[in-house]
């Protein structure tokens, strides 16, 4: 089982839908996860982190966190154009030090 | 300048040629990364350095060899690659190696090809 996997996509939205993506993970002693946006040819870029349960809201996006089921989510409300970009979801563990393990990504498109 | 900032942008080389990445971080970082980014693969962590000391090395074969000469800049120095070698090599910073709270500040990242 791969530590943390996603969706490769890509997944397809019309403009202004809600846009739904999913990691999940394997060590349960993961402390704190990120999501990075990637637009095609550039480096990812930090948009969203989450360390306990629940959702976290900044602006249209919410990060969900459940450590009981092992999953994290990124909900993107009134998808754009410009939301288009494949969504890395990160995980940290602690062993030892900290460990930074990221997913392969989701390939978003948002149709106008 | 701020953020991170990698040269170069591209870079095509023969198997026999040896190079250099560069990064500078201009955040106050103390901690600094090379990652690896191949096609539909996850990001592969190379290297990390923390307050200029290497405290990882993922099994990275010796035609990489990492460089940290103070806490603003890191190199890459690449010798006889393989074709398989050709990826996206990205540079990342963050506070340090032990509080990852604010995650990481990527690079632009080098597009290295090996012909």
């Known amino acids: 089982q791969k530590e943390v996997e996603q969706n490769s996509g890509p997944l397809s939205v019309p403009e202004g839908a809600i846009a739904s993506l999913n990691c999940t993970y394997s060590?349960?002693?993961?402390?704190?996860f990120f999501w990075y946006r990637q637009y095609s040819g550039k480096s990812p870029e930090l948009i969203m982190s989450?360390?306990?349960?629940g959702d976290k809201e900044d602006g249209r996006f919410t990060a969900q966190l459940n450590k009981a089921s092992q999953y994290v989510s990124l909900l993107i409300r009134d998808s754009q154009p410009s939301d288009s970009a494949t969504y890395l979801c990160?995980?940290?563990?602690?062993?030892?030090?900290?460990?930074?393990?990221f997913g392969a990504g989701t390939r978003l498109f948002v149709k106008a | 300048e701020t953020g991170v900032t990698q040269t170069p942008r591209h870079l095509v080389m023969g198997m026999t040629n040896k190079k250099s990445l560069k990064c500078e971080q201009h955040?106050?970082?103390?901690?600094m990364y090379w990652y690896k980014q191949s096609a539909k693969k996850p990001l592969e962590l190379m290297f990390v350095?923390?307050?200029?000391?290497?405290?990882e090395n993922n099994s990275v074969p010796s035609r990489f060899s990492p460089e940290c000469p103070n806490s603003s800049h890191l190199f890459l120095h690449l010798h006889t690659l393989q074709p398989e070698d050709s990826a996206l090599y990205l540079c990342?910073?963050?506070?340090?190696?032990?509080?990852?709270?604010?995650?990481?500040?990527f690079g632009s990242g080098t597009r290295l090809t090996v012909v």
């Open positions: 989450i360390y306990s349960n």
């Open positions: 955040l106050g970082h103390n901690a």
């Open positions: 990342a910073s963050s506070q340090d190696r032990e509080s990852p709270v604010y995650g990481y500040t």
């Open positions: 060590d349960r002693v993961s402390q704190s």
């Open positions: 350095y923390n307050f200029k000391e290497q405290t």
């Open positions: 990160a995980v940290n563990i602690r062993t030892g030090g900290f460990k930074t393990i």
